[in-house]
């Protein structure tokens, strides 16, 4: 079966670094978009960041961009998310993501086919 298995979590102080990774199987993997989503206490799942089945187009929610990168290794079946300049604001549960309607669609959590276990990641202030 499909697993997607998130990496990389933990504390980090305002300013820091951390990257994520997501070690996907039972997939194709690059017949895939990639994503990742954040999740805060009380609130809804909400897109981050996604790249395409290839790697050539990646694709960031406004309060990232800049700050953050998205890449994928099909030969390892692994994507990252590499999170630079972290503010307390990006606390939060970090979900991988999969589908196969494009990398633009997968922003929204209806069209993700896959989900990983989620990652917390907690910046200090």
């Known amino acids: 079966q499909v697993q997607l298995v998130e990496s990389g979590g933990g504390l980090v102080q305002a300013g820091g670094s951390l990257r994520l990774s997501c070690a996907a199987s039972g997939l194709t993997f690059s017949n895939y978009a990639m994503g990742w989503f954040l999740q805060a206490p009380g609130m809804e799942r909400e897109f981050v960041a996604t790249?395409?089945?290839?790697?050539?187009?990646?694709y960031y929610s406004d309060s990232v961009k800049g700050r953050f990168t998205i890449a994928r290794d099909n030969a390892k079946n692994t994507v990252y998310l590499q999170m630079n300049s972290l503010k307390a604001e990006d606390t939060a549960v970090y979900y991988c993501a999969a589908g196969r309607t494009g990398l633009y669609a997968l922003t929204y959590p209806r069209e993700v086919e896959y989900w990983g276990q989620g990652t917390q990641v907690t910046v200090s202030s």
């Open positions: 790249i395409g089945g290839s790697g050539k187009t990646t």
